[in-house]
């Protein structure tokens, strides 16, 4: 099955900065999806981008499938931003193949 | 309905005992996941239905655990015989379409059983 590889896998800011989330993946694939999981534990639905860039607010994602990996860029992060971040991947089976996930905490 | 609909949101149980968890997925969504999560822990693919064909069970951990999807729509797993190690967030999931494509692939999460077993 696809290897899905989350960098870094822990990672604290401060309050307003910014920061860049890598995802890599083994196999070509023409689906892939961050989620972001609050301390709650719901995960909720960030981007859907196979491939491209898109934005929403102050989060942006970028996928490069002919490289294999995509990147999740938060800027001005706030503390509602902190949780753990995944993408995930769907293979030819359907099978979604999550990352480890990377642990962000924002402090004030 | 709105989202993917989980049910219930916390559950208790003593060891031994068995335990439902269902799932209502977002209306006409074929495909259906389930996850589940310990804590602290990545995801745990368990199970996946996609419309009428047989469900993908390669992720079950063991025969104590089952689960149905009745009409293609809202799914039951059971766990039978509940063990301390089943303790954990039970996630479902759907999506509109199973198989891969550029559009209107995006998968939805509910939010979850938490489920504890003393």
């Known amino acids: 099955g696809i290897q899905v590889e989350q960098s870094p896998p822990d990672l604290i800011l401060q309050e307003g900065a910014n920061s860049t989330l890598r995802c890599n993946f083994s196999?070509?694939?023409?689906?892939l999806q961050w989620f972001h999981q609050n301390p709650w534990g719901q995960l909720i639905n960030l981007f859907y981008?196979?491939?491209g860039t898109k934005q929403n607010g102050r989060l942006s994602a970028t996928t490069v499938a002919t490289e294999r990996y995509s990147l999740l860029y938060i800027s001005s992060s706030q503390t509602t931003d902190s949780g753990v971040y995944f993408c995930?991947?769907?293979?030819?089976?359907?099978?979604?193949?999550f990352g480890g996930g990377t642990r962000l905490m924002v402090k004030p | 309905g709105a989202g993917v609909s989980q049910s219930p949101s916390n559950k208790v149980t003593e060891k031994g005992k068995d335990v439902e968890l269902r799932c209502d997925p977002i209306?006409?969504?074929?495909?259906l996941y389930w996850y589940r999560q310990s804590l602290g822990q990545g995801l745990e693919f368990l199970i996946y239905?996609?419309?009428?064909?047989?469900?993908?069970k390669s992720g079950l951990p063991s025969d104590r655990f089952s689960a149905e999807r009745t009409g293609g729509s809202v799914s039951t797993l059971t766990i039978q015989r509940t063990q301390q190690e089943d303790s954990a967030v039970y996630l479902c999931?759907?999506?509109?379409?199973?198989?891969?494509?550029?559009?209107?692939?995006?998968?939805?999460f509910g939010e979850g059983s938490w489920l504890t077993v003393v």
């Open positions: 999931a759907s999506s509109l379409l199973g198989g891969s494509s550029r559009t209107g692939n995006t998968i939805y």
């Open positions: 196999d070509s694939v023409n689906n």
């Open positions: 981008i196979p491939s």
């Open positions: 995930a991947l769907r293979d030819a089976g359907n099978m979604l193949t």
């Open positions: 209306s006409g969504h074929t495909a």
């Open positions: 239905f996609q419309g009428n064909s047989a469900p993908d």
